[in-house]
């Protein structure tokens, strides 16, 4: 069964930094791209980031680029996202997406973990 | 970046009605359409892929169809499980996705 958890959310002031984690399991973690999606309170989907299965591809959504960096470690089964000079409207429940492709990046989703939440707030 | 337009914003049916969402991209994205359903609290789900290809488990009465721009998602009977919110996404650009701004199913 696929798992997909995700952990490291929590409270942080505005200018301040956070890692996020998500530990997957019940596949071949290195097989497949990863994504993080977001979604602020109330609010729609927001895709984040994605990485290929060997992090050579690499993609982020404007509002993040230049101070969240996706990264992954194949031999722990893990996704990470960095996020630095947080803002406000940061805030958001933080989803883990698995790829349906197998190697290629898809950009389609056929599991998501149960997110972890991020609140940026002084 | 590709925006991704859905209409309604939201919708009122009553159980076994046909409904239709709509979803348009501002470019060409061929086929590249996939269909989420979202009920609160819980992670969205992958009801259509590719525009049409149902999801392994996701019921029958689920269709996409459309290509280049316009897209729909139908449900051709509504059951009591289905009131939730559906997104489109677009995933032309894999590692720059957009997802419609989603659509309020409630009952009427």
């Known amino acids: 069964e696929v798992q997909l958890v995700e952990s490291g959310g929590g409270l942080v002031q505005p200018g301040r930094s956070l890692r996020l984690s998500c530990a997957a399991s019940g596949f071949t973690f290195d097989d497949y791209a990863m994504h993080w999606v977001r979604q602020a309170p109330g609010k729609g989907l927001e895709w984040v980031s994605g990485?290929?299965?060997?992090?050579?591809?690499?993609g982020y959504a404007d509002s993040v680029k230049g101070r969240f960096t996706i990264s992954r470690d194949n031999a722990k089964n893990s996704l990470y996202l960095q996020m630095n000079s947080l803002r406000a409207e940061d805030t958001a429940l933080y989803y883990c997406a698995k790829d349906m492709s197998h190697i290629a990046v898809a950009g389609s989703y056929g599991y998501w973990g149960q997110g972890t939440l991020v609140t940026v707030s002084s | 970046d590709i925006q991704m337009t859905q209409s309604p914003s939201s919708l009122s049916a009553s159980v076994g009605d046909r409904v239709t969402i709509t979803c348009r991209a501002s470019?060409?994205?061929?086929?590249?359409l996939n269909w989420y359903q979202q009920k609160p609290g819980k992670a969205p789900k992958l009801l259509i892929y590719a525009a049409s290809s149902l999801q392994s488990g996701v019921p029958s009465r689920f269709s996409g169809s459309g290509s280049g721009t316009d897209f729909t998602l139908t449900i051709s009977s509504l059951q009591p499980e289905d009131f939730a919110t559906y997104y489109c996404?677009?995933?032309?650009?894999?590692?720059?996705?957009?997802f419609g701004q989603g659509t309020r199913l409630e009952i009427k």
């Open positions: 470019q060409s994205i061929s086929s590249y």
């Open positions: 996404q677009q995933s032309y650009s894999t590692l720059s996705i957009t």
């Open positions: 990485i290929s299965w060997n992090s050579g591809s690499i």
